[in-house]
């Protein structure tokens, strides 16, 4: 097996090539044709629906190219799969050395929850009622009987 040389736009943009037939990279690749044919999509039909070109799409899907993670996440998004499980695919197939995944980019690929981003609210909320009232308890009353 040969390794390449050349660095293609995609690799630049994630920082990471990837090596051609890892078993993490296969499986990806395996993963994502599976989530084209189960929509039943074909790749014009795929280019419809994401901001990539047909000939992109290919190269992605045959591992010519790495797959950049806004792509993947388009096409997962497109196809109607599970964001979350394909960005740990992902992440796994940049890193195909490693045991361990970095949770850093795992954790930042996933949004939070509704229920986390409502506490967040509630939290900024209940901070804005204590200066409030903060404010108020400090600030020199004005007698008007004068």
Known sequence: MSSRNTVTSSEKQTGVAMTAGSGAQERMLSE???LKVGAGMSFAQLQSAVPY?????????TGQSPIPLDALVAVVRACGGDEAAMVRIWVAAQCPDSEEQPDEAIEAADPPSPSQAWQHVVRAW???AFVIVAIMAVRPR?????
Do not use: N
Not at 142 to 146: A, F, L, W
């Open 53 to 61: 070109s047909r000939s992109a799409l290919h190269r992605y899907f």
């Open 142 to 146: 004005v007698d008007s009987s004068s």
């Open 126 to 128: 209940f901070a804005l």
């Open 32 to 34: 994502l044709e599976r």
